[in-house]
């Protein structure tokens, strides 16, 4: 049987589209953008057993169609609403990357461990409450932190304000 140049150029294009395919499918989704980023961190430390969170995926266009997240104009995090889910686990240090939050709200949850310093990087936080969890160790001073009270901690029995930070508990 001959093989033709025409059948040769279907192999190869066939053979192509399948390693194309191959790696493709091997890829990670990848967030459209770094506020999609910082919330997959977020969402990859939390527990969600009544699913309140199941709109949060990192392959969709932007986060500011996924549930209890509020966005500008400019597709930037400004808000999220995340009090009283029914949420356990930790807080990302990622969290202090999104540059134009203004609002953090998750209190009422059980959500543990110590408070990432690094969430003081985030300059235009203006409120946040993680009242009445199982926060621990110590409040950071450092950023945006200066800007909140202490009542935003209420009801945290392991977490303390004042002396050194300590990153863990």
């Not at 309140?52 to 996924?66: A, M």
């Not at 995090?77 to 990302?92: C, E, I, K, S």
């Amino acid at each position: 049987m001959e093989v033709t140049s025409s059948t040769r150029r279907t192999l190869s294009i066939a053979a192509f589209a399948l390693m194309a395919m191959a790696v493709a499918s091997s890829l990670e989704p990848v967030a459209a953008n770094k506020d999609g980023d910082v919330l997959a961190a977020l969402h990859k430390g939390l527990e969600d057993p009544d699913g309140n969170l199941k709109s949060w995926d990192p392959s969709l266009v932007n986060p500011c169609t996924w549930f209890y997240v509020t966005c500008d104009g400019d597709n930037s995090v400004t808000r999220l609403d995340l009090g009283n889910l029914n949420l356990a686990g930790t807080l990302a240090p990622e969290l202090g990357q999104l540059e134009k939050l203004v609002s953090l709200d998750l209190s009422s949850n059980s959500i543990s461990g110590a408070i990432p310093a690094a969430l003081g990087n985030a300059k235009s936080l203006t409120f946040l409450d993680f009242s009445n969890n199982d926060l621990c160790g110590t409040i950071p001073t450092d950023g945006a932190f200066q800007k909140i009270p202490a009542s935003s901690f209420a009801n945290n029995p392991r977490l303390h304000q004042g002396g050194e930070y300590e990153p863990s508990c």
